[in-house]
């Protein structure tokens, strides 16, 4: 059998070893195993995901034949989760499957404590009450839990979770962590060593557009009161200061500069999403604090000292038009900052931890490493309660994006997927299965 680093190569670009890792180490719990449940569950066990177990009490019946890839004529008046498992086993024997012939909303009102045991419930097709029922049941014991439904090719996610701290968020669009608009002293040294008027021709297309911007930022910001620009007006003037500086024509690391100049015009410091997280009330931490909220307290506290209002330094340059001494030189001066801010992170949570009574290895290097490298990009996430949302459906939110061309028709589909619920939860059978129904579906709607 193939190595897991060379067997999980492809996805391990995307989502890196701490990912795997966390993959690798997830225990899931599917309930109901239709289509949309096995396809899901199909999914996590090709990217290999620890374990699985599929709760299920039905039969495959002949109408399962068209819509699940995973069951076949043999299997007919068979059990599904049976079938289902050893179809998912097959494709990857390196995951643990497990299979309990068990109604879902029977489990879910007669043994409860079943799915503490889980990292994540993925529960489709359930009942209103059976959702309400379960969301509290996860929340109480910290497992997360995903909603699906589907009806034909219409449907919703639900994410029900209190709290969902992420440190690899993987942003579509980041901002290069160059610190052009606040050079650390180190990286200022080196950029004054350089002659922005070196008449050697070579030499002077091949100066990095980091120097070029952090030398052209720091005489923009001597003649305007040590502020970088920031009106439209400013900042066309700074891309023509930059321009100024070309000896030639063809001197393509300054046509990189001026194209890469807004990246001085970023605001210096912290983002204001980073900026509630650090003073989020789970930063004051204590003896129950997760890893996340001790990293985000050393943060804090990491920016008010030696960050100098930064958080660490990410570490990594882009590629650019350069002389290799010039790359290599950043590079080693990006590393040994970076490496550096991580040092006295990890200090700062050693120290924490000690702080609250928790053991100061309890949280590994690579995890502090990590969270370093993503500091400007943390996310979390909070979710009200499924039992809120049914009983207090917001109907501010609800007419906005009624009214916001872009999500009007997901927004029209919840309404009537949730009228749908509401339908069987009253009359314990969804519209359309028998004549009759139809009119007390649109009064439903109506109500809801």
């Excluded at 043999?74 to 059990?79: D, E, I, L, P, R």
């Excluded at 309400?132 to 109480?140: P, S």
């Excluded at 890893?291 to 920016?303: G, R, T, Y």
């Excluded at 919840?414 to 129904?437: E, H, S």
Aim: with cysteine; hydrophobic share 35%; charged share 25%.
């Amino acid at each position: 059998m193939a190595e897991p680093k060379t067997k999980y190569d492809r996805q391990l670009r995307i989502w890196g070893e701490l990912g795997q890792s966390a993959l690798e180490n997830a225990s899931i719990c599917l309930l109901n195993c239709g289509p949309t449940g096995s396809e899901a569950l199909k999914n996590l066990v090709l990217g290999g995901i620890g374990s699985i177990t599929i709760v299920d009490g039905s039969k495959v019946e002949i109408g399962d034949l068209g819509n699940n890839f995973m069951v076949d004529a043999k299997s007919v008046g068979q059990s599904k989760a049976k079938t289902v498992c050893g179809f998912l086993q097959e494709i990857n024997d390196a995951v643990k499957a497990n299979f309990v012939e068990e109604n879902p909303d029977t489990l879910i009102s007669t043994d409860p404590s079943f799915f503490s045991q889980f990292t994540l419930v993925i529960a489709t097709q359930l009942v209103e009450d059976s959702m309400v029922k379960l969301d509290k049941i996860c929340r109480e014991a910290n497992v997360m839990l995903v909603l699906a439904r589907s009806y034909g090719l219409t449907g919703f996610v639900r994410i029900c979770v209190k709290e969902h701290t992420v440190i690899e968020s993987k942003p579509d669009h980041s901002l290069d962590d160059l610190r052009l608009n606040n050079p650390w002293p180190e990286l200022k040294r080196y950029v004054e060593s350089i002659d922005l008027n070196v008449e050697e021709p070579a030499a002077h297309k091949h100066i990095p557009y980091v120097v070029i911007l952090v030398k052209v930022a720091e005489e923009w910001a001597q003649t305007h009161s040590s502020n970088l620009p920031s009106t439209r007006e400013e900042k066309n003037e700074f891309k023509d200061l930059v321009k100024s500086k070309m000896a030639s024509t063809d001197e393509d690391n300054y046509k990189e500069a001026i194209v890469a100049a807004f990246k001085v015009f970023a605001p210096r410091g912290i983002s204001q999403e980073i900026q509630d997280i650090i003073h989020d009330s789970c930063a004051e931490v204590g003896s129950n604090s997760s890893d996340f909220w001790v990293m985000v307290a050393a943060l804090k506290e990491f920016i008010s000292n030696e960050g100098d209002g930064e958080p660490p330094l990410e570490g990594s340059m882009p590629d650019m038009i350069s002389s290799t001494e010039h790359y290599i030189n950043l590079q080693k001066l990006y590393h040994s900052k970076a490496e550096a801010d991580f040092l006295s992170m990890e200090q700062r949570v050693k120290s924490i931890l000690v702080k609250v009574g928790q053991d100061p290895s309890s949280i590994p290097k690579p995890t502090i490493k990590s969270f370093c490298k993503n500091a400007r990009k943390l996310k979390v996430c909070r979710y009200r309660t499924i039992e809120d949302e049914f009983k207090n459906p917001s109907a501010t939110e609800l007419h906005k994006y009624l009214a916001d061309e872009d999500y009007s028709s997901a927004i029209g589909f919840y309404i009537l997927l949730r009228a749908v619920d509401r339908f069987a939860a009253t009359y314990k059978k969804f519209p359309g299965q028998f004549d009759g129904y139809e009119n007390t579906f649109w009064q439903t709607l109506i109500v809801s």
